[in-house]
């Protein structure tokens, strides 16, 4: 319910309430009005003046209480001296009202009910004769009254305080226990209780007190509010008797107590006594007894919502005993367990650290003390570091920790986040503006110790207690920025880790200086130690991180000290690569190189730093770093720079070794472009010439014709008598011949063969001369009459083949083979032109000529064989079948003259077939011959396949088609590719 709902309702149940007792206020007095006026008016023989009587008595008795209770109340508000005696009831005019029933009507049905009442108001007015006198005469006179048991009781109460005679006054509440159902039948019982530890029988007292519990709880499920009031109370004042009773004898514990309990079978009270005793052994300072109950109604009741409270009350004691380690495990259990009971445990928790800390400041010398706060502050933090407040708690700490325990990191610690925490607003006034500062001025003071404990030690490396000094520092710069010692401060901190060689927290201290104070006179030099910390260190890239930041500080603006940030920067970033060189991370290396280059191309040594990140990254297999440091190495800023060669040929090396053969021509052509005057490192480079040799090769296997011949020319032209000139020419002679200049391309390969003296080479340069001459004829471009310049160029080709047979590499006589094919072909070339149509008395002449150019072209093709190259074999030997084949069926597909009729026309057809039919068996022998050779030399290419082919169309039923058979002939090589080679081959080796 909202709390202003709750109370909006309670103040209209006071208005009820009090306009209920104004009504039955009025009301009374209107029947105390009636009824006096009846007494007076009827006669005393009137059979209702008895009702009539006690009725008034109780109307006067109540109105002469609630009258007593004002006049009390009012002589409580007068000052104690104007007081006087204090007020007392009087009930004389109530009894003598019921006196007068008393008196007068003896047989009055309800005679009985005023013996009691006058006896009870003779009790009130402490007359206790009187009182005992009225409720005899009920036991004497009306022994079947409904108040036997009140007047039993009334005597028990009278003979119990009046004159303490346990034993009588046990009798009567022993009468009154006769009356179960009887309301007094709870307070009899508790009182023969009494009476029985009175007597010393402490094991009844107990039962009956404990039943005492069992009866308050049986009758106050059907009790109204008032009663249920009273049972309580009733239970109360047992229970504090019963625990009177244990609590007796010092040797009894709670777990004695339980175990009584559960004995008498009153173990379901068990918790409510226990609890009861554990507060009894509190008050009564007995706190050993008072955990151990605790303890035990933790076990007995966990889920109670009071289970926090107990734990705190265990707390108490043990703070009471002094016992500080088990203080802190008990605080920490109730942290761990009791999360319901934060606010509480917080309060409390707080009160024993503080009250225990305040304690050892007050005994001094009880380190015991000391430790037990500063364990309790730690508890304490460990849950409410973020309290409002929690910032004292580390002051309190961090103040034992310094002053008294020796612990100094600790307490640099805590004091540093009390000088954070303090709320900015508060800690603009005392007292917490003093206490912000000497926490700081602590911190630094503790950190100050343990420095110098550790620089007593030996070793100078960073420790944990250098850093926080660095933090601590920086934390009094941030809170007292506008402090004026603060750089000179700085420095001089900083300065004490330089000189002890503990270089990391004196750069931390000087850096702070430099960002907090960059205009102060310190600031320079502490860039200086900076620089020179991480030299002594070899840290190279804090070298360069803190060159850079320096570089835009005011204490650094003059030209001559940019320059030599700007030295620094290259020579620590050079020092970098050769550190990541040294452990293997060539990557980094090439980057650091690189970078350096890029930012500072007026060094003298940025093409040096390109030249190293392109070797870091060849390494490093990053070969788009390495492109580009190359493409920066050869670029405008650095051509003219003593590194720029080195650089462009170590790229094109690389890139050569990886098959890259484009990438790696562009930097030879820029080698070999840059050797001239304008760049004289260019011309004195070592590798000059190789460059301007490779940019040919490479182009030229690249089959970029044009880039070769330019390279090849620019290398003739600078390097025209130079060894391996003659490979230029021929390379470029090649280019020259892929392009489809044949002119040039012969007239290069007759340069070449004028000078070479490689026999390959010169077997490969008559037969690329005469196929360039044969090209050439067929394009006119070479003068008339020049036609035997191809028979003689391969005729010097198969003629150097035949005598250096044995002293020829694969590429020579391959060369020679395919010019003795040339030349079969050729003489083919004459026999195709020889027509067998035309004037039929030239037939025989010409048919005799043909058969003569056949057979010098199969005794060409035949020679060629004999020389050894299973490619221009294969190719000779199908080319002697394929001649017969095409001869027959050119004879055989001729018109017949066109003048022949009938005999002579049946004859000539006759006399074709004669001469066709042996062709035709001469090219199956060719080819047989050619395919079993193939087959027995393990060669299979494209002539294997024609031949095999051929075979299958002229003789099917032998030579069925292969893929008939499921086979196929494929074009295979005689050997793998030659591997790639390293760089390239040069003419003169």
């Not at 060629?864 to 299973?870: H, K, P």
């Amino acid at each position: 319910m909202p709390e202003a709902m709750r109370a909006q309702l309670h103040a209209q149940m006071e208005a009820r309430i009090d306009r209920n007792l104004a009504q039955i206020k009025s009301l009374r007095e209107e029947a105390v009005r009636l009824l006096t006026t009846f007494v007076k008016e009827s006669p005393r023989e009137s059979p209702e003046m008895p009702e009539a009587l006690l009725r008034l008595g109780e109307l006067t008795w109540e109105t002469e209480r609630d009258t007593f209770i004002g006049r009390f109340k009012t002589w409580e508000t007068r000052p104690p001296d104007q007081r006087g005696p204090v007020p007392q009831p009087n009930y004389q005019v109530a009894r003598d009202l019921f006196g007068r029933v008393l008196r007068d009507y003896p047989r009055y049905s309800d005679y009985d009910l005023a013996l009691y009442v006058d006896g009870f108001l003779a009790t009130e007015q402490g007359k206790s004769d009187e009182a005992v006198a009225r409720f005899e005469r009920i036991l004497k006179e009306w022994p079947r009254s409904r108040f036997t048991p009140d007047a039993h009781m009334a005597k028990a109460e009278s003979i119990f305080y009046g004159k303490y005679d346990y034993p009588a006054a046990l009798v009567e509440y022993e009468q009154v226990l006769r009356f179960k159902d009887s309301d007094l039948y709870g307070l009899a019982l508790f009182k023969s209780a009494w009476c029985y530890w009175r007597m010393g029988n402490s094991d009844e007292a107990a039962r009956r007190f404990v039943s005492v519990f069992e009866v308050t709880d049986k009758r106050g499920k059907a009790a109204t509010t008032a009663q249920r009031k009273q049972l309580d109370e009733l239970q109360g004042e047992a229970l504090k008797y019963l625990v009177e009773v244990f609590t007796e004898d010092e040797r009894n514990t709670a777990a004695d107590v339980h175990g009584f309990l559960t004995k008498i079978g009153g173990e379901r009270f068990a918790g409510k006594v226990v609890r009861a005793l554990a507060e009894t052994f509190f008050d009564q300072a007995h706190y050993e007894r008072s955990i151990e109950a605790y303890e035990l109604l933790l076990k007995l009741e966990p889920t109670s919502r009071e289970t926090g409270g107990w734990v705190l009350r265990i707390a108490s004691c043990y703070s009471i005993l002094e016992d500080y380690p088990k203080l802190r495990a008990t605080y920490e259990r109730a942290l761990a367990g009791y999360p319901s009971e934060s606010a509480a445990i917080e309060k409390q928790l707080r009160e024993h650290a503080v009250n225990l800390h305040g304690k050892a400041q007050r005994d001094k010398t009880s380190r015991a003390e000391f430790e037990g706060a500063a364990a309790l502050y730690e508890v304490y933090l460990s849950r409410y570091a973020t309290a409002p407040a929690a910032y004292q708690i580390h002051f309190y700490l961090g103040d034992i920790y310094f002053y008294h325990l020796d612990k100094n990191t600790n307490a640099a610690t805590h004091y540093m986040f009390a000088a954070r925490k303090i709320p900015d607003a508060e800690a603009a006034r005392e007292p917490l503006k003093t206490m912000r500062h000497d926490a700081i001025y602590n911190a630094l003071a503790a950190l100050e110790r343990v420095r110098y404990a550790k620089k007593s030690g030996g070793a100078a490396q960073e420790t944990e207690a250098d850093k926080k000094f660095a933090e601590a520092l920086d934390l009094y710069a941030q809170l007292y920025p506008n402090d004026p010692a603060l750089p000179e401060l700085f420095f001089r901190q900083g300065k004490l880790y330089y000189d002890d060689g503990n270089f990391n927290p004196a750069v931390k201290i000087w850096g702070a200086l430099l960002e907090r104070f960059p205009r102060s006179p310190s600031a320079h030099d502490a860039g200086e130690l900076i620089l020179d910390s991480f030299n002594r260190s070899k840290d190279y890239e804090n070298i360069e991180t803190w060159a850079r930041r320096l570089k835009a500080a005011p204490a650094f603006q003059d030209a001559q000290t940019q320059k030599k940030l700007d030295a620094l920067i290259v020579q620590a970033v050079f020092k970098q690569g050769e550190q990541k060189v040294a452990v293997g991370d060539h990557a980094g290396a090439a980057k650091a190189y690189l970078r350096a280059a890029r930012e500072f191309p007026r060094d003298p040594r940025a093409a040096q730093a390109c030249v190293n990140a392109e070797l870091a990254a060849q390494k490093a297999g990053d070969f788009a770093t390495l492109k580009e440091a190359a493409v920066l190495v050869t670029g405008r800023d650095y051509k003219d720079k003593p590194g720029s060669p080195l650089g462009a040929w170590t790229a094109a090396t690389t890139f050569q070794s990886m098959g890259l053969y484009s990438e790696a021509a562009e930097f030879d052509e820029v080698i070999a472009n840059s050797n001239t005057r304008e760049y004289p490192h260019y011309q004195r480079f070592d590798h000059a010439k190789d460059a301007a040799h490779n940019a040919v090769v490479l182009r030229a296997a690249l089959g970029e014709n044009d880039k070769a011949v330019a390279n090849g020319n620019r290398f003739l032209n600078q390097y025209p008598t130079a060894a391996g000139s003659e490979e230029i020419v021929f390379l470029t002679a090649q280019a020259h011949q892929n392009a489809g200049r044949h002119r040039e391309a012969a007239g290069l390969y007759q340069r070449y063969l004028a000078k070479s003296k490689n026999k390959d080479r010169r077997v490969q340069g008559y037969v690329l001369l005469a196929l360039a001459q044969i090209q050439a004829n067929e394009r006119g471009s070479l003068p008339s009459g020049d036609e035997s310049g191809a028979e003689k160029s391969l005729k010097e080709a198969v003629t150097l083949g035949k005598r250096y047979r044995g002293e020829l590499g694969p590429d020579g006589r391959y060369a020679a083979a395919r010019a003795r094919y040339l030349e079969g072909e050729r003489i083919l070339s004459r026999f195709d032109k020889i027509q067998i149509q035309g004037d039929t008395k030239q037939l025989s002449a010409r048919l005799k000529e043909k058969a003569e150019l056949l057979k010098q072209a199969s005794t060409v093709f035949l020679d060629t064989v004999s020389l050894g190259v299973a490619e221009w074999t294969t190719a000779a030997l199908y080319q002697i079948g394929h001649a017969y084949e095409a001869f027959a069926k050119a004879l055989r597909e001729a018109p017949v003259p066109p003048r022949l009729t009938g005999a002579d026309k049946e004859a000539y057809s006759q006399k074709i077939e004669e001469f066709v039919v042996p062709m035709e068996e001469r090219s199956i022998d060719s080819y047989e011959n050619g395919w079993k050779k193939a087959l027995e030399l393990g060669i299979y290419n494209r002539w294997t396949a024609k031949m095999r082919e051929a075979l299958g169309r002229l003789n099917g039923e032998l030579y069925p088609p292969l893929r008939e058979t499921g086979l196929d002939v494929r074009t295979a090589s005689p050997s793998p590719l030659p591997p790639l080679f390293e760089a390239p081959r040069r003419g003169d080796k």
